[in-house]
């Protein structure tokens, strides 16, 4: 859902002397030549200062769930919950390196909406609640750009697209950049595979299950949680992959559970690597509203020393004070700033051209970029899919028959092949005035 992508370009700002912040993120960001040419700007947005607190704290609704589905090992996306886990507790020295030869990986791909839009077209034809939804994105997307004024390294790419009133996020990557996360060093195989293990040696497909090995590592199977909430005015549906929950699940998040690994801490210098961590940890189950994250600590080699539990509305206090601390609040201020801005600009460049796609490129410690793509770099993105820019074609059409005056007046819409179903028929409500219902 989710990926790691290295900064724009070569670009060295010198800090302000007396800005202590800047001082401290000073680092050279990397070299990235798999990311698309400059962009033709049309509009930017500067890179915000961490050295002075938000001016005003910015609301943050907590996320609520509307759907959950599910990846069988064969990639196909059910509306169930079997693809669903449960905690269990892991052996200590654990060795998660165990079942490598065995690791069914699935291959790198674009960030497509696909799977989000399914859910959000299930969800509408369930007729399950009406607040009107201003952003789409994955969860991974939203940590980008929420964590973004912390960010001294690594750049990223958005494509955006602007329907009937709605702003669709997929994060932008490159052929070469699916080619290099395609062949990664075995070194970073095996770094990789370590966190995909640590899953398996906390989970089980029954909550009374016996600590042990829960299985080798499938990563086509996932298990997801679309939830709705609000940053200041602006609503948004997010999607993500969820871990695993504590006992039971009756279709809230109050029992889920984020796991992740990380280095033994050795020392202060550790402890502060740890603690910037954290910050992104934080983000990715915050913004689900994934109530606890379990961090389990390793050797370089893979043994599993430790757990630790972590309640994530308490995590931000571990930080706060200290030297290299982070604030939730600079990065939720930026937030609503960057999300007005994308749909101030779109939005008024997107009037006379339905189903534009519009690239974002933000540099560490420099800012944001924004231009509309041209035609060729549209069926570029598009890459010879059954498309409309990045959004499948069927649901393009979908969408624009709801938002019509007669599809308004009947309450008519086009359903997706695997979104229908063939069980007892329920009243729905496919009336979509501008900004979809949800």
């Known amino acids: 859902m989710s990926s790691r992508k290295r900064a724009l ?88 390196g165990h079942g490598y030869e065995r690791w069914i990986r699935r291959p790198e791909e674009r960030g497509r909406l696909d799977g989000l839009l399914r859910a959000i077209s299930e969800v509408r034809r ?79 497909s029954r909550p009374d299950a016996s600590s042990g090995w829960g299985g080798d590592v499938d990563t086509n199977v996932q298990w997801c949680s679309v939830v709705k909430t609000k940053l200041g005015d602006t609503r948004i549906v997010i999607g993500g992959e969820v871990d695993c929950v504590r006992d039971r699940y009756d279709g809230r998040n109050d029992t889920m559970l984020e796991l992740k690994t ?9 402890k502060a690597r740890f603690e910037k961590k954290l910050l992104k940890f934080y983000f990715q189950s915050f913004l689900l509203g994934v109530p606890e994250i379990l961090v389990g600590f390793r050797t370089p080699n893979g043994k599993l020393k430790t757990t630790e539990s972590f309640k994530t509305l308490e995590i931000p206090r571990m930080v706060r004070g200290k030297e290299n601390a982070w604030d939730p609040q600079i990065c939720l201020s930026w937030g609503e700033r960057f999300l007005t801005w994308i749909k101030s600009n779109v939005e008024s460049g997107n009037a006379a051209a339905p189903g534009s796609v519009w690239r974002v490129k933000f540099t560490p410690r420099v800012g944001v970029e924004l231009a509309s793509l041209s035609e060729e770099e549209r069926r570029e993105v598009e890459a010879g899919e059954d498309r409309i820019g990045f959004l499948p074609k069927w649901y393009y059409t979908e969408i624009q028959n709801a938002s019509s005056p007669s599809a308004q007046r009947s309450g008519s819409a086009v359903q997706p092949e695997q979104s229908r179903s063939s069980g007892p028929s329920t009243p729905i409500n496919r009336t979509l005035p501008a900004g979809w219902q949800i």
């Open 126 to 204: 369930r007729g399950t609640g009406d607040p009107v939804i201003n952003i789409v994105s994955w969860r991974g997307v939203m940590t980008k750009i929420l964590t973004g004024p912390y960010e001294d390294r690594d750049g990223w790419e958005l494509n955006v697209m602007a329907i009937s009133g709605t702003l669709y996020f997929e994060e932008f990557i490159s052929d070469a950049r699916l080619q290099e996360k395609e062949n990664l060093t075995p070194h970073h195989r095996m770094q990789t595979y370590y966190g995909y293990s640590f899953e398996s040696w906390c989970t089980a």
């Open 262 to 270: 990380s280095m033994t801490i050795r020392g202060d210098r550790d």
């Open 9 to 96: 370009s070569d670009v060295d700002i010198l800090p302000d002397p007396k800005d202590k912040d800047q001082r401290l993120a000073h680092k050279q960001p990397r070299l990235d030549s798999s990311l698309s040419p400059p962009l033709h700007v049309s509009s930017s947005l500067p890179y915000p200062s961490t050295s002075q607190s938000a001016s005003r704290a910015i609301p943050f609704q907590r996320p609520l769930p509307l759907i959950s589905f599910s990846y069988t090992n064969d990639r196909k996306l059910e509306f169930s919950d079997a693809a669903m886990r449960y905690y269990v507790s892991p052996p200590l020295d654990a060795d998660l």
